[in-house]
């Protein structure tokens, strides 16, 4: 009868196998125009002149939009925006549309046409007058006195909003009690999301003026705030829902990223049509947020034994031409990539800077990735110069339940040593240095990387969530939460927490996902939240219903009330007798004046899942080449809801890890523009080429979840890279720094090391 | 832009279809944009992602490099035409018995090019499996029980057969 800890099937299995399943790109609606958005073709300049009467006369042509026709309030497309921490200010830097672009795709004008290719074919028409002004590409040099200013910055010179600082006792008494002090620097690339439903909205305004967008957004909620404060319209006359489906997120989605939204809202209010906006591959890379690139600098000092003593940390990040989340994925690098092990001295430094690329903003792993691939390469570098086995220097270190931290929450479960344990047995660390490969011109290697992080946002956003759970009046069951299903499972996994708290089966719940109309607020389904923050709202929703369905009874009844439970789907008396089935009740109550609601509103605390990857990969030296061979992932979730969707969490994003490490990068040219926006080009792991992956579930049991639960999204690509780029060390004998281990980069590495074999 | 349509004449889904295309349409533009069909879908329009695939005469191909009137008295089946909630193919089946569904968007192709190979070969070796699936790319699954879902769709489908 319990669901939870079964793989009970997924909710949206049937719409999606059959394609009845509705996604943006698919959505129609009677009347509908199409827009295009005419992107810039330079990475920095001022719109001196924009003349949009050769389009207007384009038959077909239904509106031309521009800087001068659109609101000009300020906001930012991450839903950041809607929930900085009330002791920062949000950067509010972009507008539907500027008298300035600053990146090559930046948003200049939008049309409205009968059709895709008439508006397509109207962009020709706008005729733009720019005057270039100088652009910048990389952070360092973006940081100089002479780099153009892109934005106003009051904490240095291109800086977004504040520099993070997390100090933790004296890192500087924590080198001097050090034996041995190692440090290095870590370039990382732009990695992109690549979700294979592109960027796409359709809205539509009715007789009131209330707009309705249908979308690709993570976050409906805080996409709703973010399309009121950008058209000056309140709250509750706009509705964003997903229809119901979102084809992939990984943090692109976490707001409106790329402004399909807002331009098919202005478009629908100026013509008073619905307005459909899909973006193409091209324009989906170009001009939606990615991962930052940058810089991470890691020391660390430990004593002769292997105690560390001190781990400072800094990142300088690209966070492109608007700043999106550059405040907060510098803060969550440093506060997590410190979280894993427990030393004594900590200090962390860092934050974003602007310059003319596409923005970067969130994504799978929010700065993890970045910060553990350099903090993991740092550890090994410790203990090979102390001669101590990576395993047993990780394990020596590592944050307990209890030991002290620098986050306002507790460490209060951690299974993170047997994740250890387990993964290192399952790759078969022991053969670490004696692996040999058929070819003696290739060489093979064992790596591990760890790393702790969040179930949801909170402290670096505000985080909270709701639930209403009502009974029908034939006693089924509807479960309603702000947060959308975007392919994680979030609305099975929710339902099995309904269902068993409540005491019904599974299938008597239905969910409605991601509907600010329909459902309550939700910050949305990112930062591993959804079955940990959402989820403890639905307990909490289905314990205040299960409260008031047995006041009832007690009353209707006369029955004690501490006498009474639901069990199977019956209210049972503590002796297990049967009083009345709960689809029974329903109906009385409901021909006696009753609906039955329940309602969770719940503050969450956090809680770390913790994850050991470990890879073994194959180094041809006579290309440069990289295969990785095996991963192996080990995740504390704290408790798996539903086994099958936590270990395609874990599958997937380990596969993405994999991409970051050896194979995906975003590459720009001089001028400022993206060299690779498709699918071609953009080297991402196909199902040719992936290598074995076994996902390993540990559970700690997490006081502080609902039914045990940590998080998870996020988890499955953040240690994936560390575990390669100490793969590979071990394999060649040399510490690459810079990702991906493309050919191009390893084979620079091998021929800088005398290790290329031609 | 106004250009002189077609008349384009095919078998969809085992039902006989009439419908008017422009000559530079392609057959996803016919199956989404005019039949209104949305289960085949768009992710990149340049053949590279494989969510638009479809089986046509028998080979799964991405309906988005497709001339439509290259599909001139051809046999087209789309997910649509696979199996209904009901009815579903043992691929649909085993693709939500695995958890091989994610987001959902590349799964219709993902189906299709599946159905393909099984068609032609009813007991693929994984290398099979992978090279028939190397053009449809998911960004959520890392492929690991999709290729299990295919293996075992392809043993019921031989039961079946045997029974």
């Known amino acids: 009868m319990k669901s939870v800890g079964k793989s009970v099937k997924r909710l949206d299995a049937i719409d999606k196998v059959t394609g009845i399943g509705t996604f943006t790109t698919d959505f129609t609606l009677p009347g509908m125009l199409f827009g295009k958005v005419l992107r810039s073709p330079h990475p920095h300049a001022r719109i001196a002149k924009i003349d949009t009467?050769?389009?207007?006369?384009?038959?077909?042509?239904?509106?031309?939009?521009?800087?001068?026709?659109?609101?000009?309030?300020?906001?930012?497309?991450?839903?950041?925006?809607?929930?900085?921490?009330?002791?920062?200010?949000?950067?509010?830097?972009?507008?539907?549309?500027?008298?300035?672009?600053?990146?090559?795709?930046?948003?200049?004008?939008?049309?409205?046409?009968?059709?895709?290719?008439?508006?397509?074919?109207?962009?020709?028409?706008?005729?733009?007058?720019?005057?270039?002004?100088?652009?910048?590409?990389?952070?360092?040099?973006?940081?100089?006195?002479?780099?153009p200013a892109i934005h106003h910055s009051h904490a240095g010179k291109n800086i977004p909003g504040d520099i993070v600082r997390i100090p933790f006792n004296s890192v500087e008494e924590g080198f001097k009690s050090s034996d041995v002090i190692v440090e290095s620097t870590f370039k990382l690339q732009v990695q992109k999301h690549?979700?294979?439903?592109?960027?796409?909205?359709?809205?539509?305004?009715?007789?009131?003026?209330?707009?309705?967008?249908?979308?690709?957004?993570?976050?409906?909620?805080?996409?709703?705030m973010i399309l009121s404060a950008a058209l000056g319209i309140p709250n509750n006359k706009i509705r964003v829902l997903n229809p119901p489906y979102a084809g992939g997120g990984f943090g692109v989605r976490i707001g409106c990223s790329a402004k399909a939204e807002p331009i098919a809202a202005v478009l629908a209010l100026a013509t008073q049509k619905p307005v459909k906006v899909v973006y193409s591959r091209e324009e989906d890379f170009i001009a939606s947020d990615t991962r930052h690139s940058g810089y991470v600098a890691v020391k660390l000092g430990a004593k002769k034994d292997g105690t560390f003593q001190a781990l400072d940390v800094k990142a300088t990040l690209n966070t492109g031409a608007y700043c999106s989340f550059g405040v907060e994925t510098p803060g969550v690098l440093g506060a997590m990539g410190l979280a894993a092990y427990n030393v004594p001295h900590r200090n962390y430094y860092g934050h974003s800077v602007y310059t003319n690329i596409t923005p970067a903003g969130a994504f799978r792993g929010f700065g993890a990735p970045q910060g553990t691939s350099s903090i993991e390469s740092?550890?090994?570098?410790?203990?090979?110069?102390?001669?101590?086995?990576?395993?047993?220097?990780?394990?020596?270190?590592?944050?307990?339940?209890?030991?002290?931290?620098?986050?306002p929450f507790e460490c209060k479960s951690t299974g993170m040593a047997e994740c250890v344990k387990e993964g290192a047995k399952k790759i078969g660390w022991e053969s670490r240095g004696k692996l040999k490969s058929d070819d003696p011109n290739k060489r093979r290697g064992i790596g591990m990387g760890i790393a702790a992080w969040v179930s949801n946002s909170w402290p670096f956003c505000v985080d909270y969530d709701n639930a209403y759970l009502s009974m029908h009046q034939d006693g089924s069951l509807q479960l309603s939460v702000g947060a959308p299903e975007i392919g994680c499972g979030s609305g099975t996994s929710l339902a099995q927490l309904a269902a068993d708290t409540l005491g019904v089966p599974f299938e008597a719940i239905d969910v409605t996902q991601g509907d600010t109309a329909m459902t309550p607020f939700s910050i949305g389904s990112h930062a591993s939240r959804t079955l940990y923050a959402t989820g403890t709202a639905v307990v909490a929703a289905a314990e205040n219903l299960k409260q008031e369905i047995l006041k009832y009874a007690a009353e209707t009844f006369d029955i004690p009330l501490d006498n009474l439970d639901i069990v199977g789907a019956n209210i049972v008396k503590v002796d297990n007798t049967v009083v009345i089935s709960v689809n029974d009740l329903a109906v009385k109550a409901h021909l006696l004046d009753r609906q039955?609601?329940?309602?969770?509103?719940?503050?969450?605390?956090?809680?770390?899942?913790?994850?050991?990857?470990?890879?073994?990969?194959?180094?041809?030296?006579?290309?440069?080449?990289?295969?990785?061979?095996?991963?192996?992932?080990?995740?504390?979730?704290?408790?798996?809801?539903?086994?099958?969707?936590?270990?395609?969490?874990?599958?997937?994003?380990?596969?993405?890890?994999?991409?970051y490490a050896i194979s995906e990068e975003v590459?720009?040219?001089?001028?400022?523009?993206?060299?690779?926006?498709?699918?071609?080009?953009?080297?991402?792991?196909?199902?040719?080429?992936?290598?074995?992956?076994?996902?390993?579930?540990?559970?700690?049991?997490?006081?502080?979840?609902?039914?045990?639960?940590?998080?998870?999204?996020?988890?499955?690509?953040?240690?994936?890279?560390?575990?390669?780029?100490?793969?590979?060390?071990?394999?060649?004998?040399?510490?690459?720094?810079?990702?991906?281990?493309?050919?191009?980069?390893?084979?620079?590495?091998?021929?800088?090391?005398?290790?290329?074999?031609? | 832009m106004m250009k002189q349509k077609l008349k384009l004449r095919f078998t969809l889904n085992g039902e006989y279809v009439e419908v008017y295309v422009s000559p530079d349409q392609m057959l996803l533009s016919v199956i989404k944009d005019d039949l209104h069909m949305h289960g085949t879908k768009r992710g990149c329009e340049a053949g590279e992602c494989g969510s638009c695939t479809v089986i046509m005469d028998g080979k799964a191909v991405t309906s988005c490099l497709i001339p439509a009137f290259k599909a001139q008295g051809a046999i087209v089946e789309t997910i649509e035409g696979v199996g209904t909630p009901d009815n579903l193919h043992p691929l649909q089946k085993s693709f939500i018995e695995n958890g091989a569904v994610q987001c959902g968007y590349c799964t219709p192709g993902m189906i299709m090019s599946a159905k393909a190979l099984l068609d032609q070969n009813p007991n693929p070796i994984p290398e099979e499996i992978r090279t028939a699936i190397a053009g449809n790319i998911c960004r959520c699954t890392g492929y690991v029980k999709i290729e299990k879902a295919i293996i075992e769709a392809a043993q019921e489908l031989r039961e079946e057969e045997a029974r």
């Open chain 1, 53 to 147: 009467s050769r389009a207007e006369k384009f038959p077909g042509v239904k509106v031309v939009l521009t800087h001068k026709n659109t609101p000009k309030n300020l906001f930012n497309t991450s839903a950041t925006m809607t929930f900085t921490v009330p002791q920062m200010k949000p950067v509010l830097d972009q507008r539907i549309f500027d008298d300035r672009v600053r990146y090559v795709g930046d948003e200049v004008a939008a049309i409205a046409a009968t059709s895709e290719a008439i508006a397509k074919e109207a962009l020709k028409l706008i005729d733009v007058e720019y005057e270039l002004l100088p652009a910048v590409y990389d952070p360092l040099l973006a940081m100089e006195d002479s780099a």
């Open chain 1, 194 to 224: 690549a979700q294979l439903e592109t960027q796409a909205a359709v809205a539509s305004v009715d007789g009131k003026g209330n707009l309705t967008v249908w979308c690709t957004t993570q976050t409906p909620h805080p996409t709703k």
């Open chain 1, 378 to 407: 740092v550890v090994d570098m410790m203990a090979e110069k102390l001669g101590i086995d990576p395993v047993e220097l990780r394990l020596k270190n590592i944050m307990k339940v209890g030991d002290p931290w620098h986050l």
């Open chain 1, 596 to 659: 039955f609601i329940g309602v969770g509103q719940t503050i969450p605390s956090n809680a770390s899942p913790m994850q050991a990857h470990f890879a073994e990969v194959e180094v041809d030296l006579t290309t440069g080449k990289v295969d990785v061979i095996k991963i192996v992932a080990a995740h504390d979730v704290g408790k798996a809801i539903n086994p099958a969707i936590v270990e395609g969490q874990i599958e997937g994003g380990a596969l993405m890890g994999v991409g």
């Open chain 1, 667 to 758: 590459v720009y040219d001089d001028k400022g523009k993206q060299q690779n926006y498709n699918y071609h080009y953009y080297l991402l792991p196909t199902a040719a080429d992936r290598p074995e992956i076994e996902a390993i579930i540990v559970e700690s049991n997490d006081p502080t979840g609902p039914f045990g639960a940590k998080g998870v999204g996020e988890t499955g690509m953040i240690p994936t890279g560390a575990a390669i780029l100490n793969a590979v060390t071990n394999a060649i004998g040399v510490r690459p720094k810079e990702l991906p281990l493309s050919g191009e980069k390893m084979f620079k590495l091998l021929k800088e090391n005398n290790l290329f074999v031609s």
